[in-house]
Nanobody, 123 residues
Framework: QLQASGGGLVQAGGSLRLSCAAS????????VGWFRQAPGKEREFVAV???????YYADSVKGRFTISRDNAKNTVHLQLNSLKPEDTAVYYC???????????????????WGQGTQVTVSS
């Protein structure tokens, strides 16, 4: 089970740190991704981290967001910097035991999901 937290209301240019905590599974064995869904839009890929800590980002967040692991706490974080109003969405973390060098960024590629945390960026 995954639990996402850390969302909130922030002004444009501000920062937030999202966390995805796991219970019943060891996140270090999983590829963990973050996705987001804005009202009326499809869920979209944001970032992913592999079991070996390789990372991959959507172009829209590259250079502003950072995904990282804390294996001791069985948690994956997403640091959101330089936030923009268009980053407003519900953010979800997801995990899957995917291996290999090909990045899979579709929500359908991930089987375990957290409940989502709201990020709202005001202009």
């Amino acid at each position: 089970q995954l639990q996402a937290s850390g969302g909130g209301l922030v002004q444009a240019g501000g920062s937030l740190r999202l966390s995805c905590a796991a219970s019943g599974l060891t996140l270090s064995n999983y590829r963990v991704g973050w996705f987001r869904q804005a009202p009326g839009k499809e869920r979209e890929f944001v970032a992913v981290i592999s079991q070996s800590d390789r990372t991959y980002y959507a172009d829209s967040v590259k250079g502003r967001f950072t995904i990282s692991r804390d294996n001791a706490k069985n948690t994956v974080h997403l640091q959101l910097n330089s936030l923009k109003p268009e980053d407003t969405a519900v953010y979800y973390c997801a995990a899957e035991r995917i291996y290999g060098t090909t990045w899979r960024t579709s929500p359908a590629d991930f089987g375990s999901w957290g409940q989502g945390t709201q990020v709202t960026v005001s202009s």
